[in-house]
């Protein structure tokens, strides 16, 4: 299975940008998709999460409200729509993707199946 991500860029706080990851190479139906971020010196954190159907999605708190993700039906392709963007949403953003829906959410990096590369998002103040 191979993540490909896009749409990063740089923005103004206030601004909205939305990311895209396409999974590629037969990845199966069930595969749960997801986005983390890492700032620079910091360590990568979890975004959001959504199920294999998209029925289920799941927000780090500091952005719960602000960012949405979304799966239209079973596409294996996952979008991440972010609002009222911050300064500190400044980061490198990272497509995941797994068998387990709870890998992504809580966080279990070291057991993440499948990663893309990061898609640079810069927010100016």
């Known amino acids: 299975v191979q993540l490909q991500a896009s749409g990063g860029g740089l923005v103004q706080a206030g601004g909205l940008m939305r990311l895209s990851c396409e999974a590629s190479?037969?990845?199966?139906?069930?595969?749960?998709m997801g986005w983390f971020r890492q700032a620079p010196g910091a360590e990568r954190e979890f975004v959001a999460a959504?199920?294999?159907?998209?029925?289920?999605?799941y927000y780090a708190d500091s952005v719960k409200g602000r960012f949405t993700i979304s799966r239209p039906g079973t596409e294996n392709t996952v979008y991440l729509q972010m609002e009222r963007l911050k300064p500190e949403d400044t980061a490198l953003y990272y497509c995941?993707?797994?068998?387990?829906?709870?890998?992504?959410?809580?966080?279990?990096?070291?057991?993440?199946?499948?990663w893309g590369q990061g898609t640079q998002v810069t927010v100016s103040s």
């Open positions: 959504v199920n294999w159907n998209g029925e289920n999605t």
């Open positions: 995941a993707a797994d068998y387990h829906f709870g890998t992504l959410y809580a966080s279990e990096l070291d057991d993440v199946d499948y």
């Open positions: 190479g037969r990845p199966p139906s069930s595969i749960a």
